[in-house]
Nanobody, 126 residues
Framework: VQLQAYGGGLVQAGGSLRLSCVGS????????MGWFRQTPGKEREFVAG????????YYADSVKGRFTISRDNAKNTVYLQMNSLKPEDTAVYYC????????????????????WGQGTQVTVSS
């Protein structure tokens, strides 16, 4: 299984970016998928997740209302649409494929994910 994340870049505060996570070797629609982010010296934190069957979505409080996670099953791709970006959103963003069916408490934990993309840098300038 391989995940490739791309779409990061430099954007001004208030701008938007869309991250993509393309999967190979596994149909992503059958897995719970998550987006996490990490800044230097800090632990990786949950950003958003989408369940495999119900496609229910979950967000960190810090991004709720600004970010949207979605799937395109035909393209085997998961997206993270990021709007109204803030400087504090600056981080390396990772997509990840979850281990089995995850309950909400475990869906937000990085240890619940088996496969990770390589990360894409998002920088938001003030």
């Amino acid at each position: 299984v391989q995940l490739q994340a791309y779409g990061g870049g430099l954007v001004q505060a208030g701008g938007s970016l869309r991250l993509s996570c393309v999967g190979s070797g596994r149909t992503l629609s059958t897995a719970t998928m998550g987006w996490f982010r990490q800044t230097p010296g800090k632990e990786r934190e949950f950003v958003a997740g989408i369940r495999s069957r119900s496609s229910s979505t979950y967000y960190a409080d810090s991004v709720k209302g600004r970010f949207t996670i979605s799937r395109d099953n035909a393209k085997n791709t998961v997206y993270l649409q990021m709007n109204s970006l803030k400087p504090e959103d600056t981080a390396v963003y990772y997509c990840a494929l979850g281990r089995g069916s995850l309950i909400l408490s475990t869906l937000k934990q990085d240890v619940s994910y088996d496969y990770w993309g390589q990360g894409t840098q998002v920088t938001v300038s003030s």
